[in-house]
Structures are given as structure tokens and as C-alpha cells.
């Protein structure tokens, strides 16, 4: 799904030709609570060596995009942790490593609890985002 930030920089691009550059990196990230639309809501695991997952934004990355549509192209993967980091139920891709804004987001059609020793991979394909018109 499409945040708000997201979806306003691309439609002010459209529409009156204002200026907007991506981020690059990409910042992808895990969240223990619901994400909203606006990109607020989300609670990342603390601690455990759990930190946003830093993706340059390129094409080697991320699929071409059909239908509103595209995936991640290569394997996210996630330092593994060194402590519980709860049961993750969304993911994300944000525009810094802490903070920031949240420009994309998905929720996992599993909620994965990760405990100690556990490392969090996306495999190819396995994140998909999108521009859905409601």
C-alpha cells in the first residue's frame, strides 16, 4: 500500500510539475503494530540488534512495476537477532534509517514472531507494493 507522502509527491509531480527525487536508499523496516495509511502507527521491534534493512533504490532492486505494481527483485535480509523482537505483523519502506517517513507499507499475510537467533529474510518476490485507487 501507498502512504499519503507517498501518494501526494507523485500526484504533485503529475500535477503542476513539482519537483520530486525518490529516496535512495530505501530503508526497509519491521513493525509489531498496524501501519496507517498516513504512515503513522508503526512500532519497531527495540533492541536485539534490530535495525532497518538500508535497499538502493534501483531497478537491480525492485521489479519494473506493472498493473500498480512491483516486488523486490532481490533477497531483504535482516541481522539476526540477539534478542525477541515480538511478532511482526507489517513491513515497510521508509526514507531513513531511523525515523523518517514511511512511503510504502504491507502487511504480512502471517505474523512472524521472531525470537532470539532468528533472522528475518524476504525472499524474491516476497514483498509486494503497490498504488491501489480506492
Do not use: H
Amino acid at each position: 500500500m501507498i502512504t499519503y507522502t507517498s501518494a501526494n509527491k507523485i500526484l504533485d509531480l503529475n500535477f503542476g510539475s513539482t519537483a520530486y527525487t525518490p529516496p535512495s536508499p530505501y530503508y526497509v523496516g519491521l513493525s509489531i503494530s498496524t501501519i496507517n495509511i498516513d504512515g503513522s502507527g508503526a512500532t519497531e521491534p527495540t533492541g536485539g540488534a534490530y535495525a532497518r534493512v538500508a535497499v538502493t533504490n534501483n531497478k537491480t532492486n525492485f521489479t519494473v512495476a506493472a498493473s500498480g505494481a512491483l516486488s523486490n527483485a532481490t533477497a531483504i535480509q535482516f541481522v539476526e537477532s540477539t534478542l525477541a523482537w515480538g511478532t511482526i505483523t507489517y513491513v515497510f519502506i521508509a526514507d531513513a534509517l531511523t525515523s523518517g517517513n514511511i512511503y510504502y507499507y504491507e502487511q504480512l499475510p502471517v505474523a512472524k514472531t521472531v525470537q532470539t537467533a532468528t533472522t528475518v529474510l524476504f525472499s524474491i518476490g516476497a514483498l509486494l507494493f503497490s498504488m491501489t485507487n480506492a
